[in-house]
Nanobody, 121 residues
Framework: QVQLVESGGGLVQAGGSLRLSCAASGRTFSTYSMGWFRRAPGKAREFVAAISVTGARTSYADSVKGRFTISRDNSKNMVYLQMNGLKPEDTAVYYC??????????????WGQGTQVTVSS
């Protein structure tokens, strides 16, 4: 069992940066791929980024590629999402997830409660 708690969300101006953190509990953290999804107002939840168990593989949605960076520290049971060059369309609730590597929601069995990111124009 893994419990996930996100932090680091907030209000930022367009072009700014935020770093989201996800603290995971449970001894099995290092056996799960991790990722981030987001849900914008009135839209479906969408994939943002994923990182494999060792961190050797990462993948990103086209909309954030080159601006966002996912990383993990297995010694601290932490996952991060560095977000640079933020745009108003990045406004959403961001969810940390744990499960099987990929971009499909159903492959992730563990979800955090989410943290709000708001980007003003």
């Amino acid at each position: 069992q893994v419990q996930l708690v996100e932090s680091g969300g907030g209000l930022v101006q367009a072009g700014g940066s935020l770093r989201l953190s996800c603290a995971a509990s449970g001894r099995t953290f290092s056996t799960y791929s991790m990722g981030w999804f987001r849900r914008a107002p009135g839209k479906a939840r969408e994939f943002v980024a994923a990182i494999s168990v060792t961190g050797a593989r990462t993948s990103y949605a086209d909309s954030v590629k080159g601006r966002f960076t996912i990383s993990r520290d297995n010694s601290k049971n932490m996952v991060y999402l560095q977000m640079n060059g933020l745009k108003p369309e990045d406004t959403a609730v961001y969810y940390c997830v744990g499960g099987t590597y990929g971009s499909i929601k159903s492959t992730y069995e563990y979800w955090g409660q989410g943290t709000q990111v708001t980007v003003s124009s």
